[in-house]
């Protein structure tokens, strides 16, 4: 049986696609090359949003490392004070002791108890500023006296009136000292 073509479609078929080419297309894909005002617009809006969620990204790990810091530094602390509530028990026990004990087993007991305190903060890398016949150094000592000394160097630390510390390189607590000077 012989085909049938019809004639108009074959006319309107290349017709038809260049109409449908020029007109405008509605659709979100084409709609850039139709209105490039809309196509900034759409931008924008795109770059906003992506702005408010990078935002609420960065505000969420600030908040998290906020909390993570928190809980490290109260475990930390935690630590720290679980070691000091053994001298809190000897102190105790040292304070029910009756009053009219011997001396010297008092001072026994507070000089355990000493070591027991100078032992924790070593683990703990807390180390002792030494400072008596050192030269007077304004970053780790507190002067609070000066005396005039022919015995001494200028400035020169007579003598330690409240014990410094140190964690590491950090100053915990400067010693305060007296200092020597001439004449």
């Not at 400072?131 to 002067?143: E, R, T, W, Y």
């Not at 005039?148 to 020169?156: L, Q, Y």
């Amino acid at each position: 049986m012989p085909e049938h073509f019809d004639d108009t479609d074959q006319a309107a078929g290349p017709a038809e696609a260049a109409v449908t080419d020029a007109a405008p297309d509605t659709s979100a894909d084409a709609a850039p090359a139709a209105d490039p005002l809309e196509a900034l617009r759409r931008e924008k809006a795109a770059l906003e949003d992506r702005l408010l969620r990078l935002a609420a990204e960065f505000d969420n790990y600030r908040k998290r490392v906020d909390r993570d810091r928190r809980d490290q530094a109260e475990s930390a602390l935690a630590a720290a004070l679980e070691d000091l509530l053994p001298l809190v028990d000897d102190l105790d026990r040292a304070l029910e002791a009756p009053a009219g004990s011997d001396a010297a087993i008092f001072r026994k007991g507070v000089e355990l108890i000493h070591r027991q305190m100078t032992e924790l903060l070593r683990k703990r890398g807390v180390t002792t500023i030494d400072a008596v016949g050192a030269d007077f150094d304004p970053h780790l000592h507190q002067a609070v006296m000066h005396e005039v000394s022919g015995a001494h160097r200028d400035g020169e630390v007579m003598a330690e009136l409240r014990r410094g510390y140190m964690l590491g390189d950090r100053l915990l607590r400067p010693a305060m000292v007296k200092v020597a000077r001439r004449e």
